[in-house]
Antibody, heavy 124, light 110 residues
Framework: QVQLQESGPGLVKPSETLSLTCTVS????????WSWIRQPPGKGLEWIGY???????NYNPSLKSRVTISVDTSKNQFSLKLSSVTAADTAVYYC??????????????????WGQGTLVTVSS | QSVLTQPPSASGTPGQRVTISCSGS????????VYWYQQLPGTAPKLLIY???QRPSGVPDRFSGSKSGTSASLAISGLRSEDEADYYC???????????FGGGTKLTVL
């Protein structure tokens, strides 16, 4: 059973960089897409971006200028960096795996495993 | 503002059937599968419905999903108190090349 675990500081100062790591166990990081998703307190889910195990990435345009996602296949980990944070970046951050399902006509991406989430608070 | 539109709240009494709607566009729901998640307070979203109407093992058949055009629905029949939770719809968006979510619906069992 694949398991994902987020780790990193729970408190970050405004204007600094938020850094989180997701460790994947029970399966290889290869051949999948790996995503970060966040949820501000009391609000809905927001996709941040993804990385393919080979290193290709795509980010939500609303965060693109501040986001970097990287992967370390030797450690079965991928990471998130979000720069110049403000209070609006306070949220529970989830890491997730995206599998690919192919029908007879097309292939589709789907989130099939989630981490438990980690709360990151931006405050001085 | 979420890309997919859900009602903020829904309610029902035990035993009732309730439905939660999710509206999108041709770039997401209209051309991709819809997924539904249940989120209990303080926990990660749990997959309830995948590929429009499929249930993962362990999810009761009281939960069902459907899709028509650019909209989707989650139906819960035989409502139980433990169904009280937040429910989110999700889909891949071809324009964004990423996942999009609804704003969530808080279900109250009266």
């Amino acid at each position: 059973q694949v398991q994902l675990q987020e780790s990193g500081p729970g408190l970050v100062k405004p204007s600094e960089t938020l850094s989180l790591t997701c460790t994947v166990s029970g399966g290889s990081i290869s051949s999948y897409y790996w995503s970060w998703i966040r949820q501000p307190p009391g609000k809905g889910l927001e996709w941040i971006g993804y990385i393919y195990y080979s290193g290709s990435t795509n980010y939500n345009p609303s965060l693109k200028s501040r986001v970097t996602i990287s992967v370390d296949t030797s450690k079965n980990q991928f990471s998130l960096k979000l720069s110049s944070v403000t209070a609006a970046d306070t949220a529970v951050y989830y890491c997730a795996r995206e599998g690919v399902y192919c029908s007879s006509t097309s292939c589709y991406r789907e989130v099939d495993y989630w981490g438990q989430g980690t709360l990151v608070t931006v405050s001085s | 503002q979420s890309v997919l539109t859900q009602p903020p709240s829904a309610s029902g009494t035990p035993g009732q059937r309730v439905t939660i709607s999710c509206s999108g566009s041709s770039s997401n729901i209209g051309s991709n599968y819809v997924y539904w998640y249940q989120q209990l307070p303080g926990t990660a979203p749990k997959l309830l419905i995948y590929r429009n109407n499929q249930r993962p093992s362990g999810v009761p058949d009281r939960f069902s999903g459907s899709k028509s055009g650019t909209s989707a629905s989650l139906a819960i029949s035989g409502l139980r108190s433990e169904d009280e939770a937040d429910y989110y719809c999700a889909a891949w968006d071809d324009s964004l090349s990423g996942q999009v979510f609804g704003g969530g619906t808080k279900l109250t069992v009266l």
